[in-house]
């Protein structure tokens, strides 16, 4: 004979585990902390600042 098996248990078991499997690609998906973001905005400005600085203006040139 097999063994007798709550079928709410079951059901709310199966939910539990979507619910986490869900919960866990969200986590991948919106995971980092607003320190991180932060920390990712400033370093990418300080880049972006150092690269212009060493940008090269270009002359104006009338010739086409």
């Known amino acids: 004979m097999g063994d007798i098996v709550n079928l709410r248990r079951a059901r709310k078991a199966r939910e539990k585990r979507a619910k986490d499997d869900q919960a ?5 998906a919106h995971g980092r ?3 991180e ?3 990712t905005a400033a370093q990418t400005l ?4 150092r690269l212009d600085a060493h940008r090269r203006e ?3 040139d ?3």
């Open 24 to 28: 866990q690609r969200n986590r991948i």
């Open 33 to 35: 902390g607003k320190a």
């Open 37 to 39: 973001r932060e920390l």
């Open 46 to 49: 300080l880049e972006t600042a």
């Open 58 to 60: 270009r002359e104006t």
């Open 62 to 64: 009338d010739r086409a």
